[in-house]
């Protein structure tokens, strides 16, 4: 049974930081592609980032890059989120996804992966 329960989420001023936590229950963890993704109240689910298997990462040019990190620890099964100078556009709910098999031109699709989590709220003030 594959449980994906992403921490972390909560209330914070804008420009202030998180970081949400993603430790996948699964087995060979360190064979899954992991993908963060979001999702705002009444818009669609939308990329984040993502971290490969062997550590390559990608992150959405216009929300992620410059401002989030995303990063692996393979000996302790957990995923992180790292996000830096938060707006209140970044409100969302935020969603860990697990994937064999995902290839590069797939991590930004949320169907690409085969198990995801009940996700975190994230909420920026201004």
């Known amino acids: 049974h594959v449980q994906l329960v992403e921490s972390g989420g909560g209330l914070v001023q804008a420009g202030g930081p998180l970081r949400l936590h993603c430790p996948p229950s699964?087995?060979?963890?360190?064979?899954?592609?992991i993908g963060w993704f979001r999702q705002a109240r009444g818009k669609q689910r939308k990329f984040v980032a993502a971290i490969t298997w062997s550590g390559a990462n990608t992150y959405d040019p216009d929300s992620a890059k410059s401002r989030f990190t995303i990063s692996r620890d393979n000996a302790k099964n957990t995923v992180d989120l790292e996000m830096n100078d938060l707006k209140p556009e970044d409100t969302a709910v935020y969603y860990c996804?697990?994937?064999?098999?995902?290839?590069?031109?797939?991590?930004?699709?949320?169907?690409?992966?085969?198990?995801w989590g009940q996700g975190t709220q994230v909420t920026v003030s201004s």
């Open positions: 996804e697990a994937g064999l098999l995902v290839i590069w031109r797939a991590l930004l699709r949320p169907n690409s992966y085969n198990y």
């Open positions: 699964v087995r060979n963890f360190s064979s899954y592609t």
